[in-house]
């Protein structure tokens, strides 16, 4: 079975200020799920699923999802905040979202097999694909253990010139399994390094070459009845917060420590692109030009 991809759009609305506004960044005007979709097919994948909001539901399938139904199966799943277990119910007041791990949740009825996670408006690459997609597809060892995967991409292709980023940088085993994530809100490139300034007086100094998350996730199909058996217990403690979320990293890192699964990381030099600045897109543009100059990506994805 080919896995799937679920992309994470339901904030797509509220970041942009509307999905007019998704800013083309190709120069054919694609956008940059535009190429994570095509990297995502010619990759292996065999099905995308998008998770978006109701609020705008026909927008997305018009301007975006449409473009893609001629080339792979395309399926929608939506990201309610009254999307809840009994007997919880929204806190009064509450409209934030519940999370990364609550917008994956929402795939558990249109996803049977192994898939990846990614944002809908980061650029992963070619390569990072190919290798999720070959791992998701092969046998799993019958150890009684999830196999989970995360990409690990370098830091120094993931920082911006326009300011600090927050990364979650990875502690890795020697066996390449992920051991943990530490989450820096802070880090910028001060020369051959990479500091983490949450405190300014004391800079923490990170390699450049150290492995870091960017929420591109594989995983069986198995993960959504722990999804269902753990969002229970995390509401009970967090659900009364006004803005409290859930994470996917929560989850692995639950499942790693309770030995119930492992998570492999597997190492791209892909570069990653993100408009986390305005003055990140001309960047990111001419990023994309090169990798359509070098033959990577045909100037136009839906020719």
């Not at 870091?212 to 917060?241: D, H, I, Q, T, Y």
């Not at 100059?293 to 839906?302: H, Q, V």
Request: glycine share 8%; aromatic share 10%.
């Amino acid at each position: 079975m080919k896995p799937t991809l679920v992309v994470l759009a339901a904030g797509m609305g509220s970041r942009y200020g509307g999905l007019k506004q998704v800013d083309p960044v190709g120069p054919s005007g694609e956008a940059i799920l535009d190429y994570s979709v095509f990297d995502a097919l010619r990759g292996g994948f065999g099905k995308v699923v998008f998770v978006i909001r109701h609020d705008f539901e026909a927008e997305f399938k018009e301007k975006i999802g449409r473009k893609f139904e001629s080339m792979i199966p395309v399926d929608y799943c939506y990201q309610d905040i009254a999307d809840l277990p009994a007997p919880y119910t929204v806190p009064a007041g509450r409209t934030k979202p519940w999370g990364t791990a609550h917008a994956t949740r929402a795939a558990r009825n249109v996803v049977d097999g192994p898939f990846a996670v990614i944002n809908a408006d980061d650029f992963y690459g070619r390569d990072a694909f190919a290798k999720l997609a070959a791992f998701l597809s092969s046998a799993p060892a019958d150890d009684g253990k999830m196999h989970l995967a995360m990409v690990g991409f370098r830091l120094d292709l993931t920082l911006s010139e326009n300011g600090s980023v927050a990364r979650g940088i990875c502690d890795i085993a020697p066996d390449g399994k992920l051991r943990g994530v530490t989450e820096m809100t802070k880090l910028v490139k001060v020369g051959d390094i990479a500091e983490n300034r949450e405190d300014e007086a004391n800079p923490v100094k990170v390699p450049l070459d150290s492995r870091v998350s960017m929420n591109f996730w594989g995983f069986p199909a198995g993960l959504f009845a722990e999804l269902e058996e753990r969002f229970p217990k995390w509401l009970a403690v967090n659900g009364s917060k006004e803005k409290s979320e859930w994470y996917i990293p929560f989850v692995v890192d639950e499942l790693v420590r309770e030995g119930k699964a492992d998570c492999c990381v597997l190492p791209t030099d892909s570069s990653w692109f993100g408009v986390t600045y305005r003055d990140d897109k001309p960047r990111v543009m001419e990023s994309i030009r090169a990798l359509v100059d070098a033959g990577e990506y045909p100037s136009n994805l839906f020719a």
